[in-house]
């Protein structure tokens, strides 16, 4: 049995697809944060069958969690404080997402002018198609 033990305040996402935590882990910048992260790959689930979590003791504030929706809409966010979840955030796909997505057209001007931020707004809200700002260039989510 797998104990890992509870934070203090933070955050834990639940019901990850099994293999996604660590695309998650870096696109969250949990990699450039000072916090404690736990990630638990491929836990039993009797929903999903097999699933991820991952668990991290830092302040919630400090996050862009837009980048979650943009994932998968179906992870659970429970916010901790003193130890205990005080709440639970709905993940809605943001109408724009700045510095998550990049480009894949050759000839947008993003390609050329290195500087200019990453900017895409959402298409297709059914389908969570997003298309670049500059070129109109579709994101594929499965590159995520």
């Known amino acids: ?80 404080k003193d130890g205990e979840i005080v709440a639970k955030k709905d993940l809605t796909l943001p109408t724009t997402i700045t510095h998550v ?4 057209n050759p000839r947008c001007i993003t390609s050329i002018e290195q500087e200019l931020p990453q900017k895409f707004f959402l298409a297709d809200e059914e389908t969570g198609l997003y298309r670049c700002q500059y070129c109109e260039e579709k994101f594929d989510r499965r590159e995520l």
């Not at 404690?36 to 491929?42: E, G, Q």
């Not at 997505?101 to 894949?104: A, I, Q, S, T």
């Open 1 to 80: 049995m797998l104990n890992v033990g509870k934070i203090e305040e933070g955050f834990v996402l639940d019901h990850i697809k099994a293999g996604q935590s660590l695309s998650i882990y870096h696109h969250l910048r949990l990699d450039k944060m000072d916090c404690t992260v736990a990630i638990i790959k491929n836990a039993k689930s009797e929903k999903m069958g097999k699933k991820d979590i991952l668990k991290v003791e830092c302040d919630i504030e400090l996050l862009n969690l837009d980048v979650l929706a943009v994932i998968d809409r179906n992870i659970t966010v429970n916010v901790i």
């Open 101 to 104: 997505l990049k480009c894949k």
